[in-house]
């Protein structure tokens, strides 16, 4: 199936720092792909989908000004935690359709895990 | 919204055993899917399902798509060690919603 990675797999973080988490498809091209955040023992709750060359869609509750996504090429999106807390220290994974404009089969990335001391 | 209830929260079987878990909604998906997630890892795709009573194997695995649209059933069979982790089903229309998971342990 498609690859999907992501950068860093692990950070750790100050509160009120930024981080930014890359999601990059390795062997195809992606104009649209989705961020999704996970707490232990929890499923995927989907935070927002991220369109190349065009403004991110958040999902209903999801800050946008604090929860950054670029999608400058076709094959990275980043997202960016601005100004970290405690609260936001979760599992971020991205995804994105191994075929472009088919959907329905989303391949992961491996998931970045953010802890906000 | 489109709530995804998935069933068993967790499961503890011998090896060689036969697993069964599924998910209901009360919204009609067009789309079902089965995803298994390793700790610290994104989740990989199973099995997709694309038609109201499609039945798809994957090795020993299979699953179906129910004929209403809104459950689906992932059997996994003759079970073995690295079958242990969670299993997620998903619904997908304009977008792609998960179920709660089901932590499966399996034991030698």
């Known amino acids: 199936g498609a690859v999907v990675s992501q950068h860093p797999s692990r950070v750790i973080c100050k509160s009120g720092t930024s981080v930014k988490i890359e999601c990059r498809s390795l062997d195809f091209q992606a104009t649209t792909m989705f961020w999704y955040r996970q707490f232990p023992k929890q499923s995927l709750m989907l935070m927002a989908t991220s369109n190349e060359g065009s403004k991110a869609t958040y999902e209903q509750g999801v800050e946008k000004d604090k929860f950054l996504i670029n999608h400058a090429s076709l094959t990275l999106s980043t997202l960016t935690v601005t100004s970290a807390h405690p609260e936001d220290s979760s599992f971020y994974i991205c995804?994105?359709?191994?075929?472009?404009?088919?959907?329905?089969?989303?391949?992961f990335g491996p998931g970045t895990r953010l802890t906000v001391l | 919204g489109q709530q995804l209830n998935q069933s068993p929260q967790s499961m503890f079987i011998q090896e060689g055993e036969d697993v069964s878990m599924n998910c209901t909604s009360s919204s009609i998906f067009n789309t079902w899917l089965w995803y298994k997630q390793d700790p610290g890892e994104g989740p990989v795709l199973l099995i997709a399902l694309y038609k109201a009573g499609e039945l798809t194997s994957n090795g020993r695995l299979t699953a179906q798509f129910g004929i209403t649209r809104k459950d689906s059933f992932l059997n996994i069979s003759a079970s073995i060690p690295s079958d242990v982790g969670i299993y997620f089903c998903?619904?997908?229309?304009?977008?792609?919603?998960f179920g709660a998971g089901t932590r499966l342990t399996v034991k030698p």
């Open positions: 998903a619904g997908r229309n304009n977008d792609m919603r």
């Open positions: 995804s994105a359709p191994g075929r472009e404009g088919f959907y329905n089969e989303q391949f």
